[in-house]
């Protein structure tokens, strides 16, 4: 009989746990700090859970080494883990974008069926029971927790990032396996809000739009996206900001160019704001955008565009150019990023060279394996990161060895 310890109960650590007690002589440990597993899968997609992606490839995972997740995603691809949630009873349905969410539209349906799927006679399950050492030994390890100490044969570090902390990020797995003799790179959050000290976003808090965003950095242009923008306090937020959060992160300050009209020339809001100029010239400038942008937005461009006027009849063709502009080219300042806490993911982590792609063992400390956010891997937001956790988790796991 094999001991396989496994450290970190969330979505990597469950799915390793699941993989190795499917060979019934292996005893397998699950530790977890927390007072239950999966706290972190329960906030993920707003609750819903978007446990994968089907056009999950090498394209959307980033890391010094992107190319490190494709033996994982082979060996557990997108329609195997539909494949084995299916087996384990969750319902699934597609979303928009490839998205994968529970048929329940809840996050608990996918952590309860992977807990369901562990409760066996081979697993036992230490929850409340953080790890605070692993030691290598002549014939395996030793997991030290406050309770005592557990020998293992193999050990399976599962921690996840630090990302998120008040969900339960924590920096045990970096500092274990550094322990171990492995090298992290630079940590950075990503998947969070673009802070800014434009004066704008904090006019706009809790405005929603639809916009083209590009990322330009000393005149150049880094990164593009599409989707919806939310204005916070400190800057803007939504999924098109998140999916280039890990730019500014890791690259430095720069500049968000906003095009809430995407689908339309200069020339055509120009026309179509003449015509409000018409056949309303009696209004307030400020409902100049009336209609086609959120009121406080259209707001927004006018004192930005530098328009004056009180009435719309009063506005010249040069007004009403300079607001078509402003529309398509709202610019502010990206200073940074949220902070860990409030980051769904962790950019960096442990050096992917140091292991094997094709099992997720060491490659310094044998019968040492690593998987999930612990690693210097991470996805796009939309299922990406979710389904590493399952590939690399199974195969860490061994559920193809």
């Keep these: 009989m094999k001991t396989i310890a496994i450290i970190g109960g969330g979505a990597a650590g469950l799915m390793a746990a699941y993989a190795a007690s499917r060979t019934v002589e292996n005893s397998v440990i699950l530790y977890e700090r927390q007072a239950r597993v999966g706290r972190k899968l329960l906030a993920t997609g707003n609750g819903r859970c978007n446990l994968t992606n089907l056009n999950a490839g090498v394209s959307h995972y980033h890391g010094a080494d992107p190319a490190f997740v494709r033996p994982a995603l082979e060996a557990l691809s997108v329609a195997d883990t539909l494949a084995l949630f299916h087996d384990l009873g969750l319902l699934t349905v597609e979303g928009e974008g490839g998205r994968m969410y529970p048929l329940s539209d809840s996050a608990n349906s996918v952590l309860d069926v992977l807990r369901f799927a562990i409760d066996r006679e081979n697993v036992t399950l230490k929850a409340g029971e953080p790890v605070l050492s692993v030691q290598r030994t002549k014939k395996g390890f030793l997991v030290e927790t406050e309770t005592g100490k557990d020998f293992a044969d193999e050990v399976i570090v599962a921690c996840g990032g630090c990302a998120g902390s008040k969900l339960g990020g924590v920096n045990d797995g970096y500092t274990i396996l550094q322990s171990l003799g492995h090298s992290r790179t630079t940590l950075h959050p990503a998947l969070t809000q673009i802070t800014s000290d434009s004066p704008y976003p904090r006019s706009l808090k809790g405005v929603r739009a639809q916009a083209a965003l590009t ?68 209004l307030s400038t400020e ?114 060895r």
């Design 215 to 282: 990322l330009e950095r000393k005149g150049r242009v880094i990164a593009v996206n599409r989707g919806e923008v939310q204005f916070t306090e400190k800057g803007i937020s939504g999924i098109a900001v998140f999916e280039l959060s890990r730019e500014v992160s890791t690259g430095g300050a720069c500049t968000v160019a906003l095009d809430f009209l995407p689908d339309y020339t200069v020339q055509q809001i120009q026309s179509m704001l003449t015509h409000r100029m018409e056949t309303a010239p009696h």
């Design 287 to 400: 409902d100049l955008f009336t209609g086609i942008l959120h009121n406080k937005l259209g707001r927004t461009i006018c004192r930005a565009a530098g328009v004056s006027a009180e009435r719309i009849g009063s506005l010249t063709g040069k007004d009403l150019s300079k607001c078509a502009k402003m529309c398509k080219d709202f610019r502010i300042n990206a200073i940074g990023t949220g902070g860990f806490d409030a980051a769904q993911v962790t950019a960096g982590g442990i050096k992917t060279s140091e292991f094997d792609p094709r099992t997720m063992e060491s490659r310094i400390v044998p019968g040492l394996f690593a998987c999930g956010e612990v690693l210097d891997i991470d996805g796009d937001c939309g299922g990406f990161n979710l389904q590493w956790a399952w590939s690399s988790g199974a195969m860490a796991g061994g559920l193809h």
